[in-house]
């Protein structure tokens, strides 16, 4: 069963800066398309960025500018930088691989104002 195990959570202010990083137990990660998701309570987690197998990117637009996704796939890991942050962008955030429904625990992210 693939794990999946996301750290760099955490309190921060209106406008600084988290880095999120999640290890994938996962043999064909190199080659997986691999998305960054968040949930707040009451409503479905979604996609907000996910990264190919040759680096191409995607970005919902709410966060588009503000976060970068990248991969290591040497270490089987998946970043997400998160500059500007806002308030909105407070959940708790899961890596996965794209159409996959393993899910690891996530990693609180709050923003106070």
């Known amino acids: 069963q693939v794990q999946l195990v996301e750290s760099g959570g955490g309190l921060v202010q209106a406008g600084g800066s988290l880095r999120l990083s999640c290890v994938v137990s996962?043999?064909?990660?190199?080659?997986?398309?691999m998305g960054w998701y968040r949930q707040v309570p009451g409503k479905q987690r979604e996609l907000i960025a996910r990264?190919?197998?040759?680096?191409?990117?995607g970005y919902e637009d709410s966060v588009k500018g503000r976060f970068t996704v990248s991969r290591d796939n040497a270490k089987k890991t998946l970043y997400l930088q998160m500059n500007n942050l806002k308030p909105e962008d407070t959940a708790v955030y899961y890596c996965?691989?794209?159409?996959?429904?393993?899910w690891g625990q996530g990693t609180q992210v709050i923003v106070s104002s």
């Open positions: 996962l043999s064909i990660f190199s080659i997986r398309l």
């Open positions: 990264i190919g197998s040759g680096g191409g990117t």
């Open positions: 996965n691989a794209i159409g996959d429904e393993n």
